[in-house]
């Protein structure tokens, strides 16, 4: 037993964790261990089965096999989930609260859940919205929406937060603003476990990420460790933005195997000595290439190789960075 | 950081559980008081239920007098001079035909019309003018009357009525005309009357009228029908927000969460019933002094049954189209079964039996037993059974209510 | 890059559509719409479910309480209070025994409907209680919840030969309906036994004609129309009510809006949808009156008599003015918990002011508010076609029912918004 083994170490443990429907298998035997303070990533695409594992831990959704402890309580024991969900936080993907109360009012309700309150004051500063605080939800944008939301999941300053997705459609400023956010809760020394398939966001925020693909988790790990082990070598990037001078410079490195990217750049493998060879080539045939860059794999590359997919979610942030 | 009472004492628990349960209240009242039309149709609802069926059910206060059209065929006609005292003026002469007073004793208004030599039958005349009763003296009557004096085996002597039957004044019309019919027979026929009827109304009811029982009944059926239905609303539409599920991770138990709403309903449910009160008693002189404060508590019980009700039917059906397509399937019989709508009176006696299934009848005859003092005492086994209904649907609504998903 | 290759990856220019394309993709666009509605609710056997069960219930409730089957004609419930009589012997060879008490309780148990069923259920009220306390006929009479009782006085044979006139109490719960029917047949009843004492008759008669005589149908025909109606316009408005406005709350329109789908599409998309449901409407209402009151009588060919091809505009015309209804309180209502309050509060009243149930024309205030509801005319134009067969009153009320239905769907699909721009 985990219980007895831990020194209060670990926020949560899932062993053989299974969830089943019919024929389809949601969630697919999984297990890990995640320490108390850290910020844990579930990278996946869409459907891989994260928000069914998050809701399960959460106590909203029912498990077909499985242990999970959360906090050092068993979610199969009723006691002991009702005291988890004193101490923990959720921002489901759906969020949603009353349409016609305000943000502040919003606030009073989900606080009055709880015998722990945060004054609400300072949840309203903490997420900027001092001048929205008497606005209606409904009147709210989507980003807007979604601060609350966060704020609503600290009412009651839990030591563990769940946070589905919660920058899915945002703008990159609101999305940079979460995740100071998101930073500065963990720096409160509270444990987060994020579900995103955002691949900046699992890189930039995690200690530590699971890449999880149709129910499975396929690896886990630091984002260094993992792009270590599976994201392969660097890579050079030549842009360029003419269809002609593409086709030249596809002619010209021939030989390095260069393959187009979804941006229209051209990315090559780089190994040793390779970046010298690209550039003297190039430039010996003055091609009018815009710039040459390395590129070091990323946990798109990480999930491409262990699943053979691509993780396809690209955010803004990249062009604006 | 907020100081809350400790939360490991029993009282501390106490408060922290009520103010979960006021939170549930007041945030639902919240958003209801300020969703505009929701507010709006919730409260004119009642009020057009109470007004309709007024109405429709006579209650209205009906000074008017009934018009009687009435073609006199039957003119004695010798030579140049028409007898003017004959059967028939003396009929006519009683219904008031000359003087205002009788006629309105009677509750008539007569009116003479001429029909000689028109082309079309009584009965199209009627219908192109919108007349719903017509008298007509058929000519030879004042004769054939005359003739039944001096000859006992004459034949009756037929007044013409003609009528459309979907006025439920031409009842009562040929009523008053059968009447007028029966002393004159007396009266002409020299017989005297040895045994006559005396109409009294039942002791209690006295002062009282048919609205004075419709109005509670009306409560009733609009908290039945409204508590459910907005219960229902609010359960699916919370679970399609994920407002349910938000709210299912947090630590309020389920039967916290299901008394908060139900509160909410019984509030609701007792303002439509002092609206209720008001419209019947400005509208149709509602007799006020027939109400009992018991019936607050049926009220409050009634309005928790239908609310645990919704709650159960929550548990089953997931999409909003069909709860309320449920909701009105349930909603809907009951109404007319539990004899607040209509009389009981008028159903077969098997629909009679049914009605007993529904929630609404016991809470009615409760509601209605209450107001007479000789009926109180039938009262309390359905008062019984309604506060049964209420702990036992909110109770079970509470356990059964899915707040997970599967 | 070869030259094929340069050749797929030129884009492609759209052709010019011809007017007949632009036509088949707005029938495919509407077609798709209708076809997921179509879908939506048959995946979900609940919905169907009650979408069907609703106006069966609506059948199956009304229909037993007054069809024609059920000629269990409820006896009224009438309490006597009798007093000792001793009657009278009457002298004479041979001499003869009077009791007018008995002969008043018999008459009145023995008189009889025209389809020879007793008028009269009687019920005897004893004189005193097991407490030997004298029991008021009229505090009984509410207790047991009675309407209507008679109290015959003690010896009223005597009384009648000796004393004449004598009282008999009716006491009658006011405003009742029973009541007023049980009293005037008990009152005639004793009329009659006065002349009858009198040695005399009736000389002056009442004769009734029903001037709609010819037109009588049975109420359970009466009604059928009528739930049609009813349950189209409960359907339409309700369900049309429903979606939209969760369909602008869940960001559906607003997505639409972005598509080539115009408002148009989703309008007309929407009223087949709701012909479509209406139409299942008529054949469960049709089918279930058929084999439950009319097959069991004998009645086999019922659902093909009442089968009119007029049916089909008058439904046209009536989902165009239920779903333009819908439309409407869509827009102004927006909170989809306040649909079905609003879409009660539209539908419920009207209802019942339509004369779907039962006849208004005859009643006063409301009679003239039926006429301004659209539903009065569908009914009416249902009737007509369905069960009267009366050409003329059909057609006139189809007209006014298309033009109510065109009308409303036009302000339905004006005030009807996609996205808030």
Redo the contacts between chains.
Sequence with gaps: MYLLNDNGEYAIVIENLVKKYDDLLAVNNISLKIKKGEIFAFLGPNGAGKTTTVEILEGIRKKTSGKAFVLGMDIDKRRELDQMKKIIGTLPQEFNTHLNLTVRENLRFWSRMYAKNIPIDDLIALVKLEDKAKVRYKNLSGGLKRRLGIAISLVNDPELIFLDEPTTGLDPRARRETWEVIESLKEQGKTIFLTTHYMEEAQILADTVAIIHKGEIMDIGTPTQLIDRHGGKNRIIVRCNDQVVRDQIHEILFEFGPMDNEDGDIAISAKKGTLSKVVDSLDEKSVPYTDIITQRPTLEDVFLALTGEVLLAKTTVEESS | ??K?PD?KTFFGKIY?SL??I??IT??TA???V?????LF??F??PI??IL??G??F???PDD?LYTLHYYNEDIYVVGDQSYSFNPASQLLLELGSQNETIAKELNLHIVEVNLTGSSIS??EW??NNDI?YLMVIPSGWSEA?NE??VN?T?P????????????????EV??I??NV??E??LN??G???????????????EG???IDFYVPGMIMVTIS??GM??MV??IT?QR????L????????KKWEWALGQQLWQVIMGIMVSILTILTGWIAFDFNLTTLHPLMILVIIFGTMTFAGLALILGRF?K????A???T??IV??QM??SGAIF?A?????Y?QIIAKIFPLYYVSEAMRNMM?E??FH?AWIPFGVTIAMGLVFFILGSIITN???? | MTEEQKKTNSTKIPKERPILNEIGLTFRRISAYTVAAFKDFSRSPMTIFFTVAYPIILILLFGAIFSEGNTSFNAYELYIQSEKDDGFYLPGSPPQFLNFTDTIITTLDEIETNESEPYFDLKPIPLKDEQNTTIDPGLYLEEMGGYICLVIPNNLTQKMIFNAPVNLTIIVVENSQSASIALSIISNVIYNLNLAFNGSKMNLGLETFDIYLEEQIDYFEFLIPGMIGVAIMNNAVIGTLNRYTYFHRLGFFRKLSSSPMRKGDVVAGETIWQLIQGIISIIAIILIGWLVFKIPQGDFTWAFKILDWKIIPITISAVMCFTGLGMIAARLVRNPDAGTAAGNFLTFPMMFLSGAFFDVSGIPVINIISKMLPLTYMVDAYRASMITNNISIAWTNIGISLAFGIVIMIIGIIVTRLSER
Excluded: C, H
């Excluded at chain 2, 599920?245 to 947090?250: D, L, V």
């Excluded at chain 2, 009176?345 to 006696?349: F, G, K, Y």
């Design positions: 950081m907020k809350i939360k922290l103010r979960r006021f939170g007041s945030s919240t958003d209801w300020r969703s505009g039309p929701a149709f919730t004119i609802y057009v239920m309709l069926f109405y429709i006579g209650a209205a008017s009584y009965a009627m219908k719903p009357v039944s004096k006992t004459a009756i002597a037929n007044i013409n009525y003609y009528y459309d039957p979907s006025y439920t004044s031409s009842f040929r009523s005309i059968d019919l029966q004159m027979n002409e026929f017989i005297s009357t040895t045994i006559l009827i005396e109409v009294e109304p039942t002791p209690s009811r009282l009228d048919y029908t409204s239905m907005g609303g609010i539409e399609q927000s994920g407002l599920y938000k709210i299912s991770s947090s630590p309020i059906i999409r909003p189209e069909a309320m397509a449920a009105m399937s809907f019989p007319f079964l009389p009176e008028i159903l077969p006696n629909m007479l000789s009926t039938k707040w997970r998903k599967e």
